[in-house]
């Protein structure tokens, strides 16, 4: 039985650092195990220019742990006024590693998002020539639509048209749900990749709504049944270079989750290693851990993966990790997986 594990440090493709006091307190529990993350631009007003992202990423360094080697990557939030030569620059200057599609309503801050597709069709072409990849919430946000079904209903209407339109583009499907997406991931031959995020692998939609609704499970997309679950799952441990970690870690304060209409958000960053490491052993997969973690992020970014190590070891005990992390902002509720958690960060 493994009881140690040395896997290259890993990085995760989705992350809400948000700014101000919650920045402050939660930007060191990210940096603790991680070597770079994909910062999500959601902010209000969201990081729409190249200035923004640079004024943005010192506000994360300047939030850092003294001596941390955390690495923000920088994205740029796609509105319908986008400017194409704006993002060109800001990717070509190293600055930023990818643009962020909300459909607009979609979502927490998604306000500036995107209404008409065929607006940013530009701006999509110029990043399929500079190589700029496009992170996607792939979620319609009619309201014809259940709630449980808009994942799917976005390939059909939106995604899959959008890959054609402009074939040349580098796609992740974010933060998948179902098993439609992981399908229409594994068909595509290249330029698609997707993440999946730790608590996917974890809950399913009677967490968040059978004995009573439990908030600090609600996140978007919602979970959907547990044969979705399933299938990230085997997605997640398949070692496929197409599946990669994005945490989804997005903190609100307890205030905002506890209420009539609760922010949709789940903070894993704490313990994200220690439940995937728990994941994987369940699944006969900790060898392939580090491919989801560490390995298949970074080369389809084409980035080298990071250069040294992290170590898991299982203890014989529980790991305990705080219930919440105090922030200038108000506490932030930390993942409860439901389960022990035995493997621990060196
Ligand atoms: O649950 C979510 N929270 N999903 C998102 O897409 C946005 C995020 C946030 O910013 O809180
Ligand atoms: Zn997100």
Redesign the pocket.
């Known amino acids: 039985m493994t009881e140690q594990l040395t896997i290259r440090r890993p990085d995760d493709w989705h992350l809400?650092l948000r700014d101000g006091a919650m920045l402050t307190g939660i930007a060191p529990q990210s940096a603790k195990h991680f070597g770079r993350a994909i910062i999500?631009p959601?902010l209000v007003p969201p990081v729409v220019r190249g200035d923004d992202a640079r004024a943005y990423r010192e506000r994360i360094l300047a939030a850092l742990p003294d001596g941390s080697r955390f690495e923000p990557l920088m994205t740029l939030y796609l509105t319908e006024t986008t400017d194409a030569d704006d993002v060109a620059q800001a990717a070509q200057s190293g600055l930023v590693k990818s643009v962020k599609l909300?459909p607009a309503g979609?979502?927490?801050?998604?306000d500036s998002g995107v209404r008409d597709f065929d607006r940013v069709l530009g701006v999509l072409e110029r990043m399929a020539d500079v190589g700029l990849p496009l992170c996607v919430?792939g979620e319609v946000t009619d309201n014809q639509i259940d709630i449980f079904d808009r994942e799917a209903v976005f390939i059909e209407r939106v995604l899959d048209p959008m890959r054609r339109r402009v074939p040349g583009l580098k796609v992740i499907m974010e933060?998948l749900t179902t098993s439609d997406a992981v399908d229409y991931v594994r068909s595509a031959e290249d330029g698609l990749a997707a993440t999946i995020t730790t608590h996917h692998l974890i809950i399913n939609r009677n967490h968040i709504l059978a004995g009573g609704i439990r908030p600090h499970y609600?996140?978007?997309?919602v979970a959907k049944r547990d044969s979705h679950r399933l299938a990230l799952r085997a997605a997640a441990i398949s070692g496929d270079r197409r599946f990669f970690l994005g945490t989804?870690s997005?903190p609100?304060a307890d205030a905002a989750k506890e209420a009539a209409c609760g922010?949709?958000?789940?903070f894993t960053a704490t313990n994200t290693m220690s439940c995937l490491a728990q994941v994987f052993e369940a699944e006969n997969a900790l060898d392939r851990l580090e491919a989801f973690t560490s390995l298949n992020g970074p080369a389809f970014y084409g980035l080298p993966a990071n250069d040294d190590t992290i170590t898991l070891i299982k203890q014989a005990d529980p790991v305990s990790f705080p219930e919440s992390i105090e922030t200038g902002a108000g506490p932030v509720t930390v993942f409860d997986p439901g389960f022990p958690l035995y493997w621990d960060v060196a």
């Open positions: 809400h999500m959601n909300y979609a979502t927490t801050n998604s919430h933060h609600y996140c978007l997309p989804d997005a609100h922010c949709a958000g789940i």
